[in-house]
């Protein structure tokens, strides 16, 4: 995962921005691996028992992408109305 605070209040419009856009990367990534962790499987390449257990951690990491991107999307309006 990569590095995240989740206190923007001194960032700039930039960089929320700059922020988002990984965001967003991280999301197409963890994609990518939710598909070849699927392709995996069905090629018999992983166990049933590591197939679960990575798709847990997928999971989880899916679900914190969507977390930072609800916060960043709060931020933005605010600095929509000051800038």
Known sequence: MPTWSD???TCTVED???????????N??????SAAL????LAN??????YIENRKI????????RRRADILQGHLPD???TA
């Open 7 to 9: 206190d923007f209040s």
């Open 16 to 26: 929320v921005l700059k922020t988002q856009a990984d965001n967003r990367a991280w």
């Open 28 to 33: 197409k990534e963890l994609r990518t691996r």
């Open 38 to 41: 699927v392709n995996s499987r």
């Open 45 to 50: 390449e992983i166990s049933w028992g590591d």
């Open 58 to 65: 997928a999971n989880e990491e899916a679900a914190e992408c």
């Open 79 to 81: 600095y929509r109305r």
